[in-house]
């Protein structure tokens, strides 16, 4: 497989990558330097900008093509880019911001067909009217945007993705526990993290907006599912039931949610998601370990490496 985050501690590099995020910093001799995270299709892969001059920070800005020579690196268990060179594209070198952009394995015309499909199932008509209703407002980004700025599903149509993977999961827990309401778990789903297309500036190098950074996309999609029942003229329990969905999917006060999961629908919603965001964080990061070896440390999995077993080179090869 191609792509930086698939290259090994010692390996070269000499070619163009994308910046996603540059963030300025001062080292404790007070020295500026810039903590640039560079991606393509593969994924990303941190660096640094030692002595950055001035006007380094607005040359080297997030969603700027740049040319960069180096090696890779192993820093606390994950790889780095030891930058030797760097300069940002011109229109000479030919490359364009989509070259370098991760997406979904699956086009937005199936996610949305997919997705459609579930709210048509839906037999509430309350519940159904609602998801449909916030769907079609915010279809493009929804359909567009990352799932995280970091951590998982960090790509192009990765809120859509993550929604739908989530989705299929329910459709098999609701089968083996008929008790679950369907309609209360499918929209808590693709409700719960629809606040991210306002919590987020984009589906390319996304950081926080204002409202992200002071409200959240929790508080952000409790106030769009009552505007909502208030455009539609919807009154009843349903909406309660899907504004605490929202509220408790992170599932603790710690984790971000201002109250625990008091439904079973909800508990099982915080499940899912839990689960759908750690195996696409170990999948990604055993897709780029050989067999026999340790991944690097992930971070948001309580900072740990996981080992790839022989027998997954069989798996590789069916």
């Known amino acids: 497989m191609n792509g930086i985050t698939y290259l090994k501690a ?9 910046i996603k995020q540059s963030t300025k910093s001062v080292t404790t001799a007070g020295k500026p330097f810039l903590t640039l995270i560079f991606q393509d299709r593969s994924g990303d892969i941190e660096a640094k900008l030692w ?12 969603q700027t093509i740049v040319k960069v ?6 820093y606390r268990g994950k790889n780095q880019l030891r930058l030797r060179q760097i300069r940002p594209a011109s229109q000479a070198d030919g490359v364009s911001i989509g070259e370098f952009l991760e997406t979904a394995p699956v086009s937005k015309e199936t996610m949305m067909d997919e997705l459609t499909q579930y709210i048509f199932e839906m037999k509430n008509p309350t519940i159904q009217r609602l998801t449909r209703h916030l769907v079609k ?31 299929h999961i329910a459709k098999s827990v ?20 629809m606040g991210k297309v306002e919590e987020l500036s984009g589906p390319v190098s996304a950081t926080y907006t204002l409202e992200g950074n002071l409200l959240g996309h929790i508080t952000l999609m409790i106030n769009e599912i009552g505007q909502a029942a ?16 929202v509220l408790s999917h992170h599932g603790k006060a710690e984790w971000g949610s201002p109250k625990p999961p008091m439904l079973r629908e909800a508990e099982i919603l915080h499940y899912i998601d839990n689960l759908d965001a750690k195996m696409n964080m170990m999948d990604r990061v055993l897709n780029r370990t050989k067999a026999g070896e340790y991944t690097e440390r992930v971070f948001a999995l309580e ?14 090869e069916s």
């Open 10 to 18: 010692g390996d070269p590099v000499d070619q163009y990558l994308l």
């Open 51 to 62: 002595d950055a001059g001035e006007g380094d920070e607005k040359k080297y800005a997030a």
């Open 69 to 74: 020579t180096g090696e890779i690196h192993n």
């Open 137 to 167: 407002k915010h279809q493009k980004e929804f359909m567009e945007f990352p799932a995280a700025t970091k951590n998982h599903h960090e790509f192009v149509s990765g809120l859509a993705y993550h929604v739908l993977s989530m989705l």
């Open 174 to 193: 609701t089968s083996l526990y008929p008790s679950l309401n369907k309609d209360l778990l499918y929209a808590g789903i693709i409700l719960h993290d």
């Open 230 to 245: 208030e455009e539609l003229d919807v009154k009843g329990e349903e909406v309660l039931m899907l504004q605490h969905m």
């Open 303 to 316: 900072n740990r490496s996981f080992y790839k077993p022989l027998m997954y080179e069989d798996d590789s």
